[in-house]
């Protein structure tokens, strides 16, 4: 596991774009894993920058971790939209090679069992991670055990609390969402976690040098041979 340490949030997202950036110049159909979350907003301003001075995504495939179940597409507080302000709508990224779980659908088992469609077909390169303050990872929430897959998870208190920043209301936030599952996250051949803030510390550290277990997701990437985390000094300031 490599860990990288800027000393400022700033440093910190221009190099995780930059790491998205070389993936893309050096691979000829490049899958991006992509994450939400106010963490990425800089990253995303980063790669559209990238691209007004001539980075090309008309070869990429994206595949998001998660979305809200029972918000429309369309809907501001999606990630959809999430995706759409802050990268789709700025860059060239083909229309048909954008995929974002269905929290929207009737029939979720089906959506859930889609998205693994969708991800065997495109084996993710470079996957991008945030961290919740509670160690999640996509809507992978602290439990006794973890889905593999795609699959239906209920919000934590904590998420939920977290969450309700991008709302008008706490009572607003979703309380159920559909997420890729640990497997399919540690079957991407590259995994680039970032966190920023002194909020993420104890996530982190607990993730970095802590037990692998259940209760910390991302406790879990230790498992995985090429995994990265770019840190800010506030996210680091529990590292020893
Ligand atoms: C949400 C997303 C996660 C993200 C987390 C952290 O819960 N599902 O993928 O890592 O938020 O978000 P933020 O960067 O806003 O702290």
């Known amino acids: 596991m490599e860990v990288r340490v800027f000393p400022d949030a700033y440093g910190a997202a221009l190099y995780t774009a930059t790491l998205v950036e070389t993936t893309i110049r050096q691979l000829s159909s490049p899958v991006l894993g992509l994450a939400t979350g106010g963490t990425m907003i800089p990253v995303y301003q980063h790669l559209v920058q990238f691209h007004r001075r001539g980075l090309r995504f008309e070869h990429v495939t994206t595949i998001n971790l998660d979305e809200y179940i029972g918000l429309e597409p369309t809907d501001r507080h999606s990630y959809h939209a999430f995706m759409r302000e802050h990268f ?4 060239d990224l083909p ?25 065997r077909a495109h084996p993710i390169d470079l996957q991008l991670l ?5 160690g999640h990872i996509g809507f992978n929430e602290p439990a006794d055990h973890l889905k593999p897959h795609t699959h239906v998870v ?3 208190e904590d998420t939920i609390r977290q969450n309700a920043r991008f709302f008008d209301a706490e009572e607003r936030v979703p ?12 079957f991407a051949k590259r995994i680039v976690l970032l966190a920023v803030g002194a909020s993420k510390a104890q996530a ?4 970095i040098i802590g ?9 879990l990437l230790q ?10 000094e506030a996210a680091a300031q529990q590292l020893p």
């Open 88 to 91: 789709f709508d700025h860059v």
């Open 154 to 156: 209920e919000l934590t």
């Open 204 to 207: 982190v550290r607990e993730a």
């Open 223 to 232: 498992l995985h041979p090429q995994v990265t985390f770019v840190l800010d």
């Open 175 to 186: 309380t159920r969402a559909i997420t890729m599952g640990l497997q399919s996250i540690l």
């Open 95 to 119: 229309l048909d090679c954008r995929y974002i779980p269905s929290g929207a659908t009737c029939d979720l088992t089906a959506a859930c069992q889609a998205y693994d469609e969708i991800l």
């Open 130 to 134: 945030g961290i919740g303050v509670n």
């Open 211 to 219: 037990d692998i277990r259940t209760t910390v997701p991302a406790s």
